[in-house]
């Protein structure tokens, strides 16, 4: 009561508006400087700062949902798709990109301020998107019309940013992870101990993941994996290049 307040808003500043002066008071000489206070409307609030990396965010998977679909839709006229058919397949492949941005919007904002986070969350979108178009890629391809009705229902129920990294759409195709995908796939591993219990399909798949490594999927600080040692093979240990296996 009998109390006179003044509140000032956030983000509020000093603004000089005059010279400076000196004067007499009674400890002495001071410098006095006009001051008045400003306020920046343009300026976030806290809450808009800490939400800055979040919106960043959102809005980079914005721009990568729209460039995946304009894709899509290119991708699926080449395919000779009716309009509602076309429009149909382009809805059904952007679904996870869609549940990922839903994820995200419903992700605290504090969150994105971790920067391993942030790194994590950013590599997950691009992901998102090549894996996008390379399984719609694969879905229509000359190979779908060659698969076992198990292995089609397996792709088209994975998750689009499976197929983003060629070792985790080998272990999609096979079904096994008695093989080392990721390790043939980016060069990583130069060789290998074959499971008796590959089947002929997984085998293929195999096969296809030897000659990603050979055929320069790998990175290029690892140029020295030119093949890659099977051993299991009735005892026998061969080296498998890109189009031949030498014993």
């Not at 879905?139 to 990294?165: F, G, T």
């Not at 055929?215 to 030119?226: A, F, I, L, N, S």
Request: glycine content about 6%; aromatic content about 4%.
């Amino acid at each position: 009561p009998m109390e006179e307040e003044i509140v000032m808003p956030p983000l509020s500043n000093l603004e000089v508006v005059g010279d400076a002066r000196m004067e007499e008071s009674d400890q002495g000489l001071i410098m006095v400087i006009p001051l008045r206070i400003n306020v920046n409307l343009k300026s976030l609030t806290m809450d808009e700062l800490r939400e800055r990396r979040k919106l960043l965010h959102l809005s980079m998977m914005g721009n990568l949902q729209q460039e995946a679909q304009r894709d899509l839709m290119e991708a699926a006229s080449t395919q000779q798709l009716g309009g509602d058919k076309r429009e149909e397949t382009v809805r059904g492949m952007m679904a996870d990109f869609n549940k990922m941005m839903d994820k995200v919007k419903d992700t605290d904002a504090d969150e994105f301020n971790n920067d391993e986070y942030y790194k994590s969350a950013m590599t997950s979108a691009l992901d998102m998107k090549r894996g996008t178009l390379r399984k719609f890629e694969h879905l229509h391809s000359e190979k779908m019309q060659q698969v076992l009705p198990e292995v089609q229902q397996r792709i088209e129920e994975s998750n689009c940013q499976d197929w983003a990294r060629d070792g985790t759409v080998f272990r999609i195709i096979s079904n096994t992870n008695a093989f080392p995908w990721e390790a043939v796939a980016e060069g990583k591993l130069t060789e290998v101990e074959l499971p008796l219990t590959l089947t002929r399909e997984q085998a293929a798949v195999a096969w296809e993941a030897i000659k990603a490594n050979v055929e320069g999927h790998r990175p290029q600080d690892t140029p020295e994996v030119k093949y890659v040692m099977i051993s299991g093979l009735g005892g026998k240990t061969a080296k498998i290049k890109a189009r031949e296996a030498i014993p």
